[in-house]
């Protein structure tokens, strides 16, 4: 009997290790700018099934509980597509190119809102396909913006920089010119009086030789 019941729980453990790493193998092969798919939910669900299956899911595939290499990796983007649905702004912006990504496919095979091709699984699979490009699209033009931003804060900033430095080499030279007061305030003098000495003895010499 005992020899059967190590059997089971051996079974049972690899059973449990099979059903990890399967998790953290979709987690990994799943569009990672797309929470839903990396959480296995549909758009539209409340925050508490998302807390949920967040739970569910992290302590199936925690680094803790597993030995797979790759349970960092895939416990970080669960994590990270958790933080994203509960986050309203990114939320929003993935349900905005989800239902972008619909209505395009609608415009492209002339549908209807009522069509029955929207049911279809291959409708669902290009969905899905679109979602991709969608979220693909609108990462590059927010990266292109950050760029941009950057750049021109870097301008803005070399501009700041350029008025600072300016402003300095001013006081420096300001600074400067005051600690040299004295000395060129005692040279004027001396130039001055070696200037009417000159013309004293000037004048000496003029008068002997006109005696």
């Known amino acids: 009997m005992a020899n059967e ?12 290790e099979y059903d990890k790493d399967a998790e953290i193998d979709r987690i990994l092969k799943a569009f990672k700018l797309d929470a839903y798919a990396v959480l296995d939910l549909q758009p539209g669900v409340p925050d508490s099934d998302i807390k949920i299956v967040y739970r569910k899911k992290s302590l ?5 509980k597993t030995k797979n290499p790759q349970a960092p990796e895939a416990f970080d983007r669960l994590k990270k597509a958790q933080t994203a649905l509960l986050d309203e702004a990114q939320r929003k912006h ?4 989800i239902a972008d990504a619909r209505q395009l496919l609608i415009r492209q095979h002339k549908y209807t809102v009522d069509s029955e091709e929207l049911k ?3 409708f669902l699979q290009d969905w899905r396909k679109k979602t991709v490009e969608v979220l693909v699209d609108a990462e590059a033009r927010r990266r292109r913006q950050m760029k941009a931003k ?4 870097g301008r803005e900033q070399a501009k700041e920089d350029a008025a600072l430095e300016e402003r300095k080499r001013k006081r420096d ?5 005051e600690s040299t007061r004295d000395t060129r305030i005692n040279s004027w003098r001396d130039f001055q009086k070696g ?12 008068m002997k030789v006109l005696g």
């Open 60 to 64: 199936l595939i925690h680094p803790d």
């Open 5 to 16: 019941s190590d059997a089971l729980d051996a079974l049972e453990r690899e059973a449990k």
């Open 94 to 97: 993935l349900d905005e190119c």
């Open 195 to 206: 200037g009417k000495k000159g013309e004293k003895e000037g004048k000496k010499k003029k």
């Open 120 to 122: 279809s699984e291959d």
């Open 173 to 177: 030279h300001e600074r400067d010119w």
């Open 150 to 153: 950057m750049q021109e804060e």
